[in-house]
């Protein structure tokens, strides 16, 4: 049960990390917030703050997960999720709008840098 719990929060913590520091840059460089609503007008660098504000988020949802979870395993799986649910979005939706360098450097950071943030977790037992 703290598995599936730990696993949940570090993923959803994810997303709300993920958004907030998204609308923070966003706030202070305009041009990246503009940029963000039409994928087609993302630069290279931009591309690349996006998925630094992933691996942000990634490590610290992994700590998150594992402390709650109780197991490093918490934080792999809430990369995993994390995968899984943005897999499909990728693939189907924006694959042609990004690089594909973009897309696998995404995909492979998820469970990577959740399951390394959740080794640097205190963990509880």
Do not use: C
Request: charged share 10%.
């Amino acid at each position: 049960m703290r598995l599936a719990l730990g696993t949940l929060a570090g993923a959803i913590g994810w997303m709300i990390l993920a958004l907030g520091i998204g609308m923070v840059a966003g706030r202070l460089w305009p041009e990246f917030a503009v940029a963000s609503r039409n994928p087609l007008t993302l630069t290279t660098v931009m591309l690349a703050t996006r998925l630094g504000i992933s691996f942000v988020a990634s490590l610290i949802s992994g700590a998150v997960a594992a402390r709650l979870g109780a197991s490093e395993r918490a934080a792999l799986a809430a990369g995993v999720l994390l995968l899984l649910f943005w897999a499909p979005y990728h693939v189907l939706q924006i694959w042609a709008q990004f690089p594909i360098w973009y897309h696998l450097t995404f995909f492979v950071s998820l469970p990577l840098l959740a399951w390394i943030g959740g080794r640097f977790a205190p963990i509880a037992r």
